[in-house]
């Protein structure tokens, strides 16, 4: 059984979506909160993420809210205790979207967000970086270097040799504590290293679409068993950047600016569900690609959302039902070693879709947590595929205020250790089982009852 504020969150989301104007393909009245969880299998802790409605919150496994920053988050990037000056509970978020949007401005290219700032328990601002009236316009990504500084995702119009129109250019930033740009890195200089064919090249200018990159991910290498081997490809402070829109995934390096190692665009066809061992096919449109950091099952390898959405010069083609999946990649032998597919939790591939958004973090204990992001779900799964918490964002709200439609979409989720916030945050652990006889699809049954 839900908790009585998870049914209430229930009845209050199935009331927005009957408000809403737009049909969608999802039931018009489902459940909202933890509707599953299996204390004994999942791995544990305070789960963060930014809402529909465009403020960040920290629930439990229980689905309780424990915190809430009213900021939005494009994401919310949590500051660990030596990063923020000793303190618990620091985030990285956005504050205020700029007061004149520029053309094609929107929450997914980057060109609403006018400031980030780093922001303890409270919501007090310990540190920003731009303002509504000088508008940064970060977007995506941003992050917390060793020294101090921020690495930031920015976008800008910008005139480019070879285009017809302005483009949305891409940039990588780092700022310091005073908000001086100490380094830059601009995605439209570097057009020629990211293994574009004539075809795909002219197929991307011809377009018309101004974000035809669309960056989504930059984000620092980190250390790895790559760079300890001796390739300096994966030196730590050299950078990794994903494009949406483009399907390819590089590293930059940081002493040159030149790319220096990457998948894509062009892969072979894909196999949703072939065997693993096999060199890595086609993914369309991803997500929140990163290595699995040091100490963490799977280490040093590439996790990926494969949204397989709609993406790629020209644009890749869609199945007939359409999947996403996360794929688990050696970088070094370009081999796809783990995966997730809706099948390995017992259902057709299709019941496991997010066209856009969303994002996959490695859990100390193998476990895998999953943001299927369009449908504001977040799930964790064993390695073998098996779901053992399940939750659906009660946080309903408007993209833009023009929207006539609302949504819980989730873009990225994140996990963190209970010691993370403040010592007395309060948190539950209590199983939540579903009742069999209703949701015979449900985690832990089947048809016949619940399983043993």
């Known amino acids: 059984m839900m908790s009585r504020k998870g049914s209430v ?26 509707t599953y969880y299996d204390p004994e299998r999942a791995y544990n802790g305070f789960v963060l993420f930014p809402g529909g409605d465009r403020k960040t919150h ?28 000793g303190e618990r509970g620091h985030l990285l978020v956005q504050l205020a979207r700029a007061d004149k949007l520029p053309e094609h401005a929107s929450p997914g290219n980057g060109l609403t967000n006018a400031s980030v700032a780093e922001v303890n328990w409270d919501g007090e601002v310990k540190w920003r970086w ?15 270097l060793p020294n101090g ?27 310091d504590d005073e908000g001086q740009v100490v380094w830059t890195w601009k995605a439209g200089d570097h057009l020629d290293e990211m293994g574009f064919s004539d075809a795909g ?22 250390a790895n068993r790559w760079y300890d081997a001796g390739d300096e490809r994966f030196a730590p402070d050299n950078i990794l950047v994903n494009s949406r829109n483009a399907n390819v995934t590089f590293i930059v390096a940081r ?27 086609q993914t369309v449109g991803s997500h929140d690609v990163h290595l699995i950091p040091e100490g963490l099952p799977g280490a040093g390898n590439l996790l990926i959302f494969d949204n397989q959405g709609n ?41 496991f879709y997010s066209s856009f958004i969303s994002s996959a973090r490695r859990l100390p204990n193998g476990n895998t947590l999953i943001d299927e992001g369009q449908n504001g779900r ?26 006539d439609y609302v949504t819980n979409q989730v873009y990225r989720a994140q996990l963190v250790d209970y010691d993370w916030a403040p010592a007395g945050t309060p948190h539950e652990e209590t199983a939540v089982m579903p009742d069999c006889d209703l949701y015979v699809a449900a985690p832990g049954c089947h048809p016949g009852g619940r399983d043993e």
């Open 311 to 351: 993406a790629g010069f020209p644009p890749s083609k869609q199945g007939f039902f359409s999947s996403s999946r996360v794929i688990e990649v050696n970088p070094s032998s370009g081999k796809i070693v783990w995966q997730y597919t809706g099948n390995m939790s017992g259902r057709s591939p299709y019941t």
């Open 201 to 222: 090249l002219r197929s991307l200018k011809d377009s018309e679409d101004p974000d035809f990159l669309h960056l989504n991910t930059a984000v620092p290498v980190g």
């Open 130 to 144: 731009g303002s509504q009236q000088d508008p940064v316009y970060q977007h995506h990504d941003m992050r917390r």
């Open 149 to 175: 500084n921020n690495l930031v995702m920015t976008a800008e119009l910008r005139e480019l040799n070879g285009f017809d129109y302005p483009i949305i250019e891409n940039g990588i930033e780092e700022v």
């Open 255 to 281: 002493q040159s600016g030149e790319i220096v190692w990457r998948i894509g665009p062009d892969l072979p066809a894909l196999q949703l569900n072939g065997k693993l061992g096999r060199p890595v096919d």
């Open 9 to 34: 969150a229930g009845l209050l989301g199935a009331w927005l979506m009957a408000t809403a104007t737009t049909a969608l393909a999802l039931p018009s009245s489902f459940p909202t909160g933890t």
């Open 58 to 85: 920290l629930i439990d496994m229980n689905g309780n809210e424990v915190h809430r920053w009213d900021y939005e988050s494009f994401p919310p990037i949590p500051l660990s205790a030596e990063q923020a000056g």
């Open 378 to 403: 977040l799930f964790q799964v064993t390695p073998e595929g098996e779901i053992v918490w399940e939750y659906v964002s009660p946080f309903f709200g408007k993209s833009m205020p023009s929207d």
